[in-house]
């Protein structure tokens, strides 16, 4: 199961926190440089195998308007999808409450060590991706931030206690939002990035970048596939493996500060993790592993 960000209805609006969704839109110019993946072998949620990404990508988002098709069947999936957390979270909104505590705890550690003064001089905020119904902006985000924004394709509404730091919304697709240059301290993608190509998924979060501010990190969290990667022909996304993601984020040049396996879901589900990224290289990478089987919301296809 992925929380993402068309839904119709978002039930939580914000202010400083901001959604971007992924709706079809008109397509750019196509880039100079393409991606140039690794030989990841994968298969589809009906059994088709292909030899690797460059082969399913030709085949599913080769041409302009194959691309422009498979966003606008993603779009279409999830304008059916019911605008609440189990819907979102594909029947699986049990899981909430673990995803959460996974989510905050990783957090808690990442904001003590890159913001040790947060909460005295501090002014912290923090952008939410793909927010959707909001749930993570309203169960987490908005807890520790002076100001949460959101993008989603998910129209704003104002169900937010905390409405005074929901300070911007943004609707339009992930893959045409571009974040204020040094605004943000925290930018947090979940459970959507598997929609985007690989070409958009660098050229998103090359622009990412150039949102942050000075010490600031961007969070994936997301499902991971045992190796190569899973296309879901339902939903029109991709589940990457953990080398998949990290052929990536050279592409992106981020680099992984710490990196976090989510436990406590079940076990039908792909497995969940979390990156914390920057743009400077950590003189070493942390890696916490949980001790139970990470799983995901998702089921195995």
């Not at 440089?33 to 949620?45: I, K, L, N, Q, Y």
């Not at 981020?254 to 039908?268: A, F, M, N, T």
């Not at 792909?270 to 890696?287: E, G, I, N, Q």
Request: hydrophobic share 35%; with cysteine.
């Amino acid at each position: 199961m992925k929380e993402f960000l068309y839904s119709p209805r978002p039930l939580f609006p914000l202010s400083g926190i901001c959604f971007v969704s992924l709706q079809p839109s008109k397509l750019r110019p196509p880039l100079q440089t393409t991606v140039h993946r690794m030989e990841f072998g994968g298969s589809d949620s009906s059994g088709r195998e292909f030899k690797n990404a460059d082969e399913m990508w030709r085949d599913q988002a080769g041409d302009p308007s194959k691309k422009t098709e498979w966003y606008r069947q993603g779009v279409g999936y999830w304008q059916g999808v019911e605008a609440s957390v189990d819907g979102v979270l594909g029947g699986y909104g049990h899981v909430n409450e673990a995803d959460i505590q996974g989510s905050e705890a990783f957090l808690n550690t990442l904001l003590s060590e890159r913001f040790p003064n947060a909460g005295t001089d501090s002014h912290l905020v923090a952008l939410d991706c793909g927010s959707g119904i909001g749930r993570v902006t309203k169960n987490l985000l908005i807890r520790y931030f002076n100001e949460a924004a959101r993008e989603s394709l998910a129209p704003e509404n104002h169900m937010f206690s905390d409405i005074h730091k929901a300070t911007n919304f943004f609707c339009m697709p992930l893959q045409e939002f571009t974040p204020d240059e040094g605004r943000y301290d925290v930018i947090w993608v979940q459970w959507c990035i598997g929609h985007l190509t690989d070409d958009d998924f660098v050229t998103f979060f090359n622009r990412a970048k150039a949102g942050l501010k000075p010490g600031g990190f961007i969070v994936l969290k997301e499902n991971i596939a045992r190796t190569g990667f899973v296309l879901d022909n339902e939903d029109r996304s991709i589940t990457r493996s953990d080398l998949y993601y990290k052929e990536l984020f050279s592409h992106c040049g981020l680099h992984i500060y710490k990196s976090k396996d989510q436990s406590g879901l079940p076990e039908e589900l792909f497995a969940v993790k979390m990156y914390a990224l920057t743009t400077d290289s950590p003189k070493r990478v942390h890696r916490t592993r949980s001790k139970v089987q990470g799983n995901r919301p998702r089921i195995i296809k």
